[in-house]
Antibody, heavy 121, light 109 residues
Framework: QVQLQESGPGLVKASETLSLTCLVS????????WSWIRQPPGKRLEWIGY???????NYNPSLKSRVTMSVDTSKNQFSLRLRSVTAADTAVYYC???????????????WGQGTMVTVSS | EIVLTQSPVTLSLSPGERATLSCRAS??????LAWYQHKPGQAPRLLIS???NRATGIPARFSGSGSGTDFTLTISNLEPEDFAVYYC???????????FGQGTKVEIK
């Protein structure tokens, strides 16, 4: 059964870049689409974007100008970079695997446990 | 952006009872709706995709129904391990984007 584990700094300074990595275990990263999803304290989950190992990507329009995702097949991991962060980017960040139905991701069938990232001023 | 509204916010029930959770979309999402269970400190768990299809390994006491704008997650016979927060999630048409409901907490009465 696939396992996902997020890693990265728990504290990022405002205006800097948030960088997280998700290690995929017991499964090939080239067989699925991979996503990042976050949940700010007291707020609902927010989808950030998804990526395929070929470079195909799709980002949330509200974050698109600041987000870059990448996949490293040699390490079986994928990454998130979010530029110019503010306090509003403080959240628990989850990596997740996309479940493809009818050729499109319809849901997310495996998730990491999440990592809390706080943006400090 | 399609907004999902879940009700109730909190549901207080006893083990063995039936839980009925609602998710309403601000516009039609066809059947592109999923349900998740989330416990503190754990990874969210996919329960239902495509409105009514149980995910792999999900017990039969979990069932989903609905289409268009109104959806329901039913837990027929609450087990102690079912007390958690439940989220719905929709997928919009091309390009696909995804939004989540605010969650319903099922707590022990």
């Amino acid at each position: 059964q696939v396992q996902l584990q997020e890693s990265g700094p728990g504290l990022v300074k405002a205006s800097e870049t948030l960088s997280l990595t998700c290690l995929v275990s017991a499964g090939s990263i080239t067989s699925y689409y991979w996503s990042w999803i976050r949940q700010p304290p007291g707020k609902r989950l927010e989808w950030i974007g998804y990526m395929y190992y070929t470079g195909i990507s799709n980002y949330n329009p509200s974050l698109k100008s600041r987000v870059t995702m990448s996949v490293d097949t040699s390490k079986n991991q994928f990454s998130l970079r979010l530029r110019s962060v503010t306090a509003a980017d403080t959240a628990v960040y989850y990596c997740a695997r996309g479940l493809i139905i009818f050729g499109v991701i319809d849901a997310f069938d495996s998730w990491g446990q999440g990592t809390m990232v706080t943006v400090s001023s | 952006e399609i907004v999902l509204t879940q009700s109730p916010v909190t549901l207080s029930l006893s083990p063995g009872e039936r839980a009925t959770l609602s998710c309403r979309a601000s516009q039609s999402v066809s059947s592109y709706l999923a349900w998740y269970q989330h416990k503190p400190g754990q990874a969210p768990r996919l329960l239902i995709s495509d409105a009514s299809n149980r995910a792999t390994g999900i017990p039969a006491r979990f069932s989903g129904s609905g289409s268009g704008t109104d959806f329901t997650l039913t837990i027929s016979n609450l087990e102690p391990e079912d007390f958690a927060v439940y989220y719905c999630q929709q997928r919009s048409n091309w390009p696909p984007t995804y939004t989540f409901g605010q969650g319903t907490k099922v707590e022990i009465k």
